[in-house]
């Protein structure tokens, strides 16, 4: 028996809704703690705020990610902007997380276009695909290193995330825009990278909060959700917020030619209606006239 779209969606929705309560089960279950079900006293050890410094920093940053890509998903399929693949706004969401890395952002941002004009100036020599990005990898490195060492005389503190996730990213990033460049146009290169850099300053300021950080540390069982997230989206076949917005003049035409239409079918149907009427009446006229001669003879014979 061959699977139809709608059996798909049905099975989709219906493992997000397991998920859904999983998670729902193990957060009571938790908060609980007293009558806890044997297959659920392992949960009561998941919290993560007690790690140390340096296990919590990595555990900051695994339990961030899911919900940071859910949120590229939902800027990608709900409302339809496009960005440079789903983990370059992500990982940079996640970079610039913190309030002391925002003073680096027009730093990755001059690094980013310089990487650009770079990649402009390799492209005469033809190199091969892998090769040509090592060399750009190098010369991101090298501004980099230059960018370091004269941080602390300009009184810039540089975090590991700072300097390692975007050198990273920044190829990646530069190489789709030369490429969109090329096939699309600049500017549809610049307007996706626009896009990029808005995600991800929407992810540093949802994901950023100490709240947040330390309510998914101690419920990390909310990934479940996240994935059941996912999973809808995944099945997601509605409007974009963006073709609404493309297309509004035609839903609008259509609404004035729907209205011309009515229009022109109501005044068919009083056409109608008054021809209808008029040969009523011609026909009562004709019947009517046809009367009179005999009523005029049959009053001649009387006279």
Partial sequence: MSETPMSRTTLV?????????????VTIARCDGIGMPACLAWSHGLSLLGLPPAERR??????????AALIVCLVRQVVGWSTFGTFSPALLGLAFRH???W???????????GGWAMRQVLQPLRLLHVPRLSVLLTMLALALLLL??????LGWHLSDDLILFPLVILTGIIERMWL???EDGQRASFQILLTTLLTAVLISGLLGRPAVVDFLLHHPEMLLLVMAGQLVLGRFTGMRWTEIARFRWLVSDAATSDVAMNANSQTQDNLLLLRFEAGSSRYRLSQETDAWPSASGSLGSVV
């Fill in 13 to 25: 929705h219906g493992l997000a809704g397991f998920l859904v309560l999983g998670t729902v089960a």
């Fill in 58 to 67: 990595l555990a900051e940053f695994l339990i961030l990610l899911p919900p």
């Fill in 99 to 101: 309030p002391e890395t």
């Fill in 103 to 113: 003073q680096g952002f027009p730093v990755f941002l001059g690094l980013l276009l």
């Fill in 148 to 153: 370091v060492a004269q941080a602390p005389k």
């Fill in 180 to 182: 969109i460049g090329s």
